[in-house]
């Protein structure tokens, strides 16, 4: 059950895109297509932001979108804005009937 | 409007036992599977267990399996965590969430979380 592999932090200007990756194994990630993405503000619990690869839940932006290649996930967050910043998990479920989360990424909106 | 309230963390000294209570009102308790997931101070979210929605399948971390206990019980609408044997990497933010599809085994994503409750472990 290791965590699944996401770069600590990111960072964009207002309006700008971004994309976090999620790298896992043919165990999670590679293996079903239950890639969920959080998002967790300072303090607060998280929020789920996609699940499903790339469904969005109801009242979530469409600046939100989410990806998947083999072992790989991404979350790609286009036109940036400040309430943005926040820390950002993918999570998989395995062949182990487990989830994972990764490490978490650090999105810093300049 | 789904709650989640989680109760019972504080502090507790190492080899102890603690139980947590996750108080679920506003959905329909019984059709869908829970999760506990923590987070230690300043880390990142650790998955810890789950429980089916009949609770008839239960899957744990390996860091706490063989130590904690996911239990639910559908006539008090709550969710528990028995921690035994604690020890000081336990410490974190403890939050319960619901699987987001009804009738579950546990493979769907979690659409609401708690605010979760703090467990330290410290001599």
């Known amino acids: 059950q290791s965590a699944l592999t996401q770069p600590a932090s990111v960072s964009g200007s207002p309006g700008q895109s971004i994309t976090i990756s999620c790298t896992g194994t043919s165990s999670d990630v590679g293996r079903y297509n239950y890639v969920s993405w959080y998002q967790q503000h300072p303090g607060k619990a998280p929020k789920l932001m996609i699940y499903d690869v790339s469904d969005r839940p109801s009242g979530i932006s469409i600046r939100f979108s989410g990806s998947k290649s083999g072992n790989t996930a991404s979350l790609t967050i286009s036109g940036l804005q400040a309430e943005d910043e926040a820390d950002y998990y993918c999570s998989s479920y395995t062949s182990s009937s487990t989830w994972v989360f990764g490490g978490g990424t650090k999105l810093t909106v300049l | 409007q789904v709650q989640l309230v989680e109760s019972g963390g504080g502090v507790v000294q190492p080899e102890r036992s603690l139980r947590l209570s996750c108080a679920a009102s506003e959905f329909a308790f019984t059709n869908y599977a829970m999760h506990w997931v923590r987070q230690a101070p300043g880390k990142g979210l650790e998955w810890v267990a789950l429980?089916?929605?009949?609770?008839?399948?239960?899957y744990y971390a390996d860091s706490v399996k063989g130590r904690f206990t996911i239990s639910r019980d559908t006539s008090k609408n709550t969710l528990y965590l028995q921690m035994n044997s604690l020890r000081a990497d336990d410490t974190a933010v403890y939050y319960c969430?619901?699987?987001?599809?009804?009738?579950?085994?546990?493979?769907?994503?979690?659409?609401?979380w708690g605010q979760g409750t703090l467990v330290t472990v410290s001599s």
């Open positions: 429980i089916s929605y009949d609770g008839s399948n239960k």
């Open positions: 969430a619901r699987g987001q599809q009804p009738y579950s085994g546990g493979w769907h994503p979690l659409d609401y």
